[in-house]
């Protein structure tokens, strides 16, 4: 086999110099900018988990102030949520593959795509002044009246971070739907798009019509806070549980955007290695729309103890019992890809077990919260704590992980060392394991989440998992030096490394700015590997 | 270093085996189609492991009756849990009417236990074993949640409104009480102990605080000295309706809709009581929010209810 040659002009090279990078309007740069920041926001947001892993080793409140520990988990979840979840695979993989995808030569507004990028800086910038000057400590939930009338923290600020980063994935939600409508090369029909873009087409749906709902509780939880306006605390008249209600509204479905992107990764990787079409791919398609529709209607399975009628509550139960089943249909069909495939276990594909193992229990776990008889009982607990992190860290983050290694050589025209980049993926699964398992036994036994001191007898399940998130952070550290090493010394990847199917694997790696030298035509469907073979080059 | 740490929470109510059980099924369920993914993964991996790298898979794109197979059967297994959680839950929600009262109130960052028969208490609660308890909660400040693992049971103290719980406490013994709702610096010191004692013992525990005479005392002390008594008439022919019989009945309200007088509606009435005017009287009695603290309208509350019997009261 002969070593392809890295090609001389590509998006990287194509213009100089710190300006053409920050006033870019290529959508592959765009994705470069936002993997660059995500990832700084990725490592803040670790760095608070650890140190709550660090404080609840011991039942004491030792290592922090218990106002401190308060901030710490506040700022973990509106980091990882608002600034890292959210916009990483859309973001980043969205933004430089859909074009690629489609066989379009960007975006179709790659101003606006550049704008949502300046106005995520601005919102994260805002967020980052609130953790300077003293962080906040309401929990990333915001629940009033605690977060307009009690915390004397740096509510504001950070609302307003999370206010402006909104407008961030508003824009990138309805460029992405627009650009699918509207710039698909020829021949390629709804139905011979890869299920990438499907996901990402349901993930912009949520974004658009979620996020605004978010702004305009943030901007009432700033009215009351500010000015005292009488929206939320029962003293000034105002209702409290309209405030979760609210927030809810978006911020169930938001947990959509953060896993349906990652389960489109996973279509596109579990076909690919399988050599395979994937097993019932309008059931996959559709089964993302359903994910984005229900998704709006179970908010208040989030507050079966506040008080809510039980009438209420029995339909949310039913709703949010429905939406588990096109999940589940997911996971099947993936599974069902890979019976007599043509399995090639190389490192993006272990990262997809990886997915499937966490993401299965983590759905799985979410039927005893939909279940009003055992939520009662687990609601507010760790085990509420363990069910999320298992769909957002176990799913969406592996998903991201496999994404990364699978689209490394299309982004960068490099390999990564295969053996670490294994070795990666098995250190965050048993690390993951070890770090949330336990907290599923400690949340039945009754540990409420948010907890800076805990009761003696909790400690052993503790320490197991701070002993896990260290693994954890071995197994997320490694790719960062191997994937940076790869820019440099790694082999050159050629067109197609993993000799798969779709537009993006048939021009350069790494692309030239528009993309492809002529537009292409598509004739065939997706993953039709039984015709186009799986060459690798 | 460590002792074998418990890995399941006492049983120490009659909901907990029921919500248990649920619990084991659950598990079951998980493990099962875990395990179905897990197996038919790990299985495909090595059976179809490529042998060569041009290798492709076998040209299939599905299968709608295993579509139907794998939507319907989670479904129905979904209903099936659904049902039962369900019927777990309305258990869980609707207390038995012979039972006994007591009021919780959170504070940043206690919580506040009042007997009906006038003991109170601070971050523990003394309760007899084997006697059906109902809790009414409310909240002074933020959102606190009363949980009591050991119960299975668990509601949201939130300012502005009552929530409840029951549970019958089966084993004498000490059970955690957590705040489980954040509610700011203290928040996990926000914990108290639930004491459930044989029934002498409880006895013993009521007959040896200081006695301040019974809520509904307390509360009828309040209703002369706000001087709700003198609008609120027994005969019903004052400025505002009687009271006598008024808690759990039907209320015709001026806009004409009826509800049911329950303590969110009393507790409403005495904080804004324009918002559900009876119909035929004047919308004229003042609001006593800041004249009155939770505990205070927890003792009229106790007063109105005391008020639905005959006045006569045998000991």
Known sequence: ?537 | MFSAPPLFPEQASALAPQVDNLYFFLIAVTVFFAGVVALAVGYFALKYRRKHPDDVGANIHGSVPLEILWTVIPFVIAMFIFAWSTTVYFRIIRPPDERLEIYAVGKRWMWKFQHIDGQREINELHLPVGRAVKMTISSEDVIHDVFVPAFRVKADAIPGRYTSIWFTPTKPGEYHLFCSQYCGTKHSGMVGTVIVMEPHAYEQWLSGGTSEGSLATKGQKLFQDLACISCHVPEGSGRGPTLHGVFGSQVTLSTGSVILADENYIRESILTPQAKLVAGYQPQMPTFQGLVNEEGVMALLEYVKSMRKPATREP
């Open chain 1, 1 to 537: 086999m002969t070593t392809p040659a890295y090609p001389e002009l590509n998006y990287l090279n194509a213009t100089h110099g710190i300006r053409s990078w920050l006033l870019t309007k290529d959508h592959k740069r765009i994705a470069l900018l936002y993997l660059i920041s995500v990832t700084v926001f990725f490592g803040l947001g670790g760095m608070f988990a650890g140190l709550i892993r660090l404080e609840l080793t011991t039942p004491a409140g030792d290592l922090l102030a218990a106002d401190t520990y308060n901030k710490m988990f506040t700022m973990h979840g509106i980091v990882m949520i608002f600034f890292f979840l959210i916009p990483s695979i859309p973001a980043i993989l969205g933004n430089f593959l859909i074009p690629i995808m489609i066989g379009a030569k960007d975006l179709a507004f790659p101003r606006i795509n550049l704008l949502s990028w300046y106005i995520y800086i601005i919102g994260g910038s805002f967020t980052l002044y609130a953790i300077v000057v003293g962080g906040v400590d309401t929990g990333w939930t915001f629940y009033t009246p605690y977060s307009t009338s009690a915390s004397n923290t740096n509510v504001l600020p950070t609302g307003i971070g999370i206010f402006i980063t909104g407008f961030s994935s508003i824009l990138t939600g309805l460029n992405f739907i627009v650009t699918i409508h509207r710039m698909r090369a020829p021949g390629l029909t709804w139905f011979r798009l890869p299920l990438f873009v499907w996901a990402h087409y349901a993930t912009s749906l949520i974004q658009i019509l979620g996020t605004p709902v978010v702004a305009i509780t943030v901007l009432m939880l700033a009215a009351e806070r500010a000015f005292g306006i009488g929206i939320f605390n029962p003293a000034l008249g105002g209702d409290p549980v309209l405030f979760q209600h609210l927030f809810w509204f978006y911020s169930h479905p938001a947990v959509y955007i953060m896993i349906l992107p990652a389960m489109g990764v996973i279509s596109e990787l579990v076909a690919c290695f399988s050599r395979k079409p994937i097993f019932g791919y309008s059931f996959v398609a559709f089964s993302s729309l359903a994910i984005a529709v229900f998704g709006f209607l179970v908010w208040a399975h989030h507050m079966f103890v506040a008080g809510i009628s039980p009438y209420a509550a029995m339909v949310f139960s039913f709703l949010s019992f429905a939406v588990a089943i096109p999940s589940a249909v997911k996971t099947f069909n993936w599974a069902a890809t890979m019976y007599k495939g043509a399995i090639w276990l190389a490192s993006p594909m272990i990262f997809v077990f990886g997915f499937l193992g966490l993401f299965t229990i983590g759905g799985l776990t979410g039927l005893f919260l939909a279940s009003l008889g055992t939520d009662i009982h687990i609601h507010d607990t760790y085990f509420v704590v363990a069910h999320f992190h298992y769909i957002m860290v176990g799913g969406a983050i592996m998903g991201y992980l496999a994404g990364i290694h699978f689209y490394w050589p299309k982004i960068t025209g490099r390999m990564y060392p295969e053996a670490w980049a294994k070795f990666s993926a098995l250190a965050v699964f048993v690390g993951f394991n070890l770090t949330f398992f336990p907290q599923f036994i400690l949340g039945y036994m009754g540990m409420p989440r948010r907890y800076h001191t805990y009761p003696p007898e909790f400690q052993v399940l503790n320490v197991l998992s701070s002993a896990g998130a260290t693994i954890l952070a071995v197994g997320y550290s490694i790719p960062l030096i191997y994937l940076l090493w790869s820019l440099k010394y790694g082999k050159v990847a050629g067109n197609n490394p993993w000799g798969a199917t779709g537009l993006e694997w048939k021009t350069q790696s790494p692309p030239l700015t528009e993309n492809f030298t002529e537009t292409p035509i598509v004739t065939e469907e997706p993953y039709d590997y039984a015709r186009q073979g799986a060459h690798v080059g």
